[in-house]
């Protein structure tokens, strides 16, 4: 079923998530899918990668990308698919650093551990996924 990605039901099920899969396209357009960590607002989903990795090599190639959140078993499965594009936050701006202070405190402590303090080191990628569809399964 098709919905709006700020839908309440959508964000509500995301807001239970941990982890989704980030599906990008390879150089010679097979998927290359990976789970990730992310932070979500009634307008996008937001990652962050180490810069040098294959995922952000494909998108820096080629934006589009789909990401899938699932739950459930057989009887009961559920799952929210994002189709969009990549826009990458570069620059030093109060929002981005919102969503690198957001991303911190959802994943505390670990994601300060992993980057040795409370500031994102600069081998990382901070990119946004602007949805241009949306699917449910199981809702």
């Not at 919102?98 to 081998?123: C, F, H, I, S, T």
Request: with cysteine; charged share 25%; proline share 5%.
């Amino acid at each position: 079923m098709s919905h709006r990605f700020s839908d309440d039901t959508i964000q509500q099920f995301l807001g239970t998530k941990e982890v989704v899969v980030l599906s990008t396209l390879q150089a010679d357009g097979s998927p290359l899918s990976m789970p990730m960590w992310f932070w979500h607002d009634a307008e996008a989903l937001t990652m962050v990668s180490v810069a040098a990795t294959q995922k952000i090599r494909n998108v820096r190639r080629d934006p589009r990308v789909c990401v899938v959140a699932e739950s459930g078993s057989r009887a009961d499965a559920r799952a929210v698919i994002v189709g969009g594009r990549v826009e990458y936050l570069d620059e030093d701006t109060p929002a981005r650093r919102a969503l690198v202070r957001a991303l911190l405190d959802k994943y505390r402590p670990d994601l300060a551990q992993r980057w040795g303090g409370e500031v994102m080191p600069a081998n990382r990628a901070l990119f946004r996924v602007n949805p241009a569809w949306v699917r449910t399964f199981g809702f």
